[in-house]
């Protein structure tokens, strides 16, 4: 028997995920903790000698305080899903596109600006821009803007923080592409853009191409995450990655809470985590062959492969 605590903010006290995988593992007998950051206190310099806790798990919002309580566990010894120093390079957007652009990933030209009169500055050549928080989660204040002139409008747009991001439109369908890593296959679905509300989509599955498989699986490693999702667009030259995110909703995964629960303890047994330096890459900033050959494969019809 393993003994858990999810830390869970209140916004997601009433979600399906990750509630559901932790009433998952309390069915299957494990002791479960659900530990709320804006409703209790941890005596944080304790935590070794207070938490018994096999692995501690997060569900936050960005700028969130369960983040600090997750790295507070990490700091103090304790195993954590994901890894705690991981996260933060995934939640700062401004972080992911330069570790995304240092491995060879194919992620948008990315500005950073802390005021929307910044902007002004991008040059033309580079327009259209989606402008988004550079905390930002779940589309939230995503914006496409078509010309300089339409800046404008994003002056009386204020954001919690006030950081932003600017990065170049890749023209594509209409619609996101969402592949979600459950700790051990990977699931593709189709969703709606918030760039392109007109386009209807309904959410589901898709099979999954071997090549953005093995493009999902070398994220994973570059940026050391176990559970996450990516996603992705496809654009006049293939895939472009958008956005990566710490456990993300496993929306339209079959039967989700137990393929993630049984990832988060074998992961709580040390088995398998992806903590560590990331893929080397080679000189063209691709991964090597042999690695390659060590992605998921697709075939035909399915949804989900192992990792």
């Known amino acids: 028997m393993k003994k858990l605590c999810f830390v869970l903010e209140d916004c997601y006290r009433h979600d399906n995920m990750p509630l559901a995988v932790a009433h998952r593992l309390i069915e299957w007998g494990h002791d479960v903790d659900i530990l709320d950051p804006m409703n209790s206190i941890a005596r944080v310099s ?10 501690w798990i997060l569900k936050s919002v ?19 899903i994901n890894d705690a120093r991981s996260i933060p390079a995934v939640r700062d957007k401004a972080v992911a596109a330069a570790v995304a652009r ?19 500055t991008v040059p033309l050549e580079h327009y259209p821009l989606v402008v988004k928080p550079a905390n930002g989660s779940s589309g939230r204040c995503v914006r496409l803007v078509a010309t300089p002139h ?34 051990d296959e990977l699931y593709a ?3 709606r853009s918030p760039l392109h509300p007109d386009i209807l989509a309904e959410g589901h599955l898709i099979t999954l191409s071997s090549d953005l498989a093995r493009l999902v699986t070398f994220i994973g490693v570059v940026f050391r995450l176990d559970l996450y ?23 339209w995964v079959p039967d989700a809470p137990a393929r993630v629960a049984r990832s988060v303890l074998r992961l709580a047994n040390g088995n398998g985590s992806a903590a560590g330096p990331a893929l080397g ?20 019809g399915r949804t989900g492969y192992a990792t």
Do not use: C, M
């Open 46 to 55: 304790d935590l070794l000698r207070d938490s018994d806790h096999d692995a």
């Open 62 to 80: 960005s700028g969130g305080p369960g983040l600090s309580l997750l790295e507070a566990a990490a700091a103090s010894g304790l195993r954590t």
């Open 102 to 120: 240092r491995h060879g990933l194919p992620f948008p030209l990315t500005y950073f600006a802390a005021a929307p009169e910044l902007l002004h």
């Open 150 to 183: 339409d800046l404008l409008d994003l002056q009386a747009w204020t954001i919690d923080d006030g950081w932003l991001l600017a990065q170049t439109y890749v023209p594509n369908p209409g619609v996101d592409i969402k592949v979600y890593n459950t700790g």
């Open 189 to 191: 679905t189709v969703q």
């Open 229 to 251: 999702g990516v996603d992705v667009v496809e654009g006049p030259n293939g895939w472009v990655v958008v956005d990566v995110n710490d456990f993300p909703s496993f929306n």
């Open 281 to 300: 890459v080679d000189t063209a900033g691709k991964p090597s062959r042999d690695r390659e050959a060590d992605a998921p494969a697709a075939t035909t």
